[in-house]
Nanobody, 127 residues
Framework: QVQLVESGGGSVQAGGSLRLSCAASGYTYSSYCMGWFRQAPGKEREGVAAIDSAGSTSYADSVKGRFTISKDNAKNTLYLQMNSLKPEDSAMYYC?????????????????????WGQGTQVAVSS
């Protein structure tokens, strides 16, 4: 049974930083793509950052240069370091995974590309 559990969300002022974590259990695939997604009220879920087992990464244009995705394979934990946060970054953030490597890493930023999802962690950025 695959479980993804996010943590690290919270409230922060604009310009601040947060680090999200996603602990994966029951997930030991050697080939994978994993990503962070977010959904604000009234908006569609969007891909924020993705990483695959080959080490390729991809970011949404809105977060490039501010967010960094990484994975600690020893801990089976995915991270999202978020710096220079803006009010428009406020959303529920989800971790997701799929046991495959797509030919183009950007495919991993599409929510429909991943089948395993966590419950989410809330991020609120005030101005």
């Amino acid at each position: 049974q695959v479980q993804l559990v996010e943590s690290g969300g919270g409230s922060v002022q604009a310009g601040g930083s947060l680090r999200l974590s996603c602990a994966a259990s029951g997930y030991t695939y050697s080939s994978y793509c994993m990503g962070w997604f977010r959904q604000a009220p009234g908006k569609e879920r969007e891909g924020v950052a993705a990483i695959d087992s080959a080490g390729s990464t991809s970011y949404a244009d809105s977060v490039k240069g501010r967010f960094t995705i990484s994975k600690d394979n020893a801990k089976n934990t995915l991270y999202l370091q978020m710096n220079s946060l803006k009010p428009e970054d406020s959303a529920m953030y989800y971790c997701a995974a799929e046991p495959t490597v797509y030919g183009v890493i950007a495919v991993c930023l599409a929510p429909a590309s991943l089948g395993y999802w966590g419950q989410g962690t809330q991020v609120a950025v005030s101005s």
